[in-house]
């Protein structure tokens, strides 16, 4: 930038080191106004946010936190009317009242159909794998027993683990469907394997 006839472009006297002079030019226009700009912002930002509403990071932080509890619950609610989804232990669902309710029986039956049928046959008979309908059982006559192997499986005597490819629910309501056929005596029943439970 250099002005001809300007009162600026005289160098200060006495000032002059190696050769280079100092001259006292004014600042330019557009540097003044950044200048001044961050002053300003500095002093709203300060009043908003040290002294106004504008929230501190502490409560940013606690706001942040409280968003994640509620993005976390809402997913649980989720799953949770979901049918488990896979997160929720089997106990999520009462399995006595599953057990009497006769919409979740039905339900199991069309899963066992799909699923169990073609080992434990179309009645629950036995085929490859046992009878589920009589009072003899290899794992417990509990329904809680029985979610656990229709979960887990009996790998090594042919019996699938289902955890991976059923909801909790759906185990539960296929559980309620076994329950169900109790004591049922359909045609062509396989012999009785395991251990007798007379209460069954
Ligand atoms: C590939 C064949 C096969 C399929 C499919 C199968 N099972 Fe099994 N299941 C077996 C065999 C074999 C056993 C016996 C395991 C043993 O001897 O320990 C068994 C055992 C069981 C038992 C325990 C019986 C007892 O006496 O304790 C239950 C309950 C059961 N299965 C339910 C199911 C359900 C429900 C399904 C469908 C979701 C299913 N199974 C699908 C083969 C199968």
């Known amino acids: 930038m250099s002005n001809d006839n300007n009162q600026f472009d005289q160098p200060i006297a006495g000032h002059e080191y190696d050769g280079i002079k100092e001259f006292d030019n004014p600042l330019p226009m557009w540097w003044l106004w950044t ?3 961050t002053i300003i ?3 709203i930002y300060f009043i908003h946010y040290e002294m106004g509403a504008g929230p501190n990071l502490d409560q940013e932080l606690k706001m942040d936190l409280a968003t994640i509890k509620e993005v976390a619950a809402a997913n649980s609610a989720a799953a949770t009317t979901a049918g488990g989804g896979g997160e929720q232990p089997p106990a999520a669902d009462d399995l006595n009242a ?3 309710d006769k919409a979740r029986a039905a339900e199991g039956k069309t899963i066992f159909a799909g699923k169990c049928a073609s080992c434990h046959g179309n009645e629950g008979q036995g085929l490859i794998g046992p009878n589920l309908t009589d009072k003899f059982w290899i794992h417990g006559s509990k329904p809680t027993d029985m979610v656990t192997v229709i979960a887990k499986g009996v790998l090594d ?7 991976t490819q059923m909801k909790a629910t759906e185990i539960n309501s296929v559980v309620a469907y076994i329950v169900s056929i ?3 005596n359909p045609a062509n029943p396989k012999p009785a394997q ?4 007379k209460e069954y």
């Open 41 to 43: 912002f500095a002093f």
């Open 98 to 100: 599953v057990i009497a």
């Open 157 to 163: 005597k042919g019996m699938p683990p289902w955890e």
């Open 182 to 184: 109790k004591g049922t």
């Open 194 to 197: 395991g251990v007798e439970d």
């Open 35 to 37: 200048f001044f700009g």
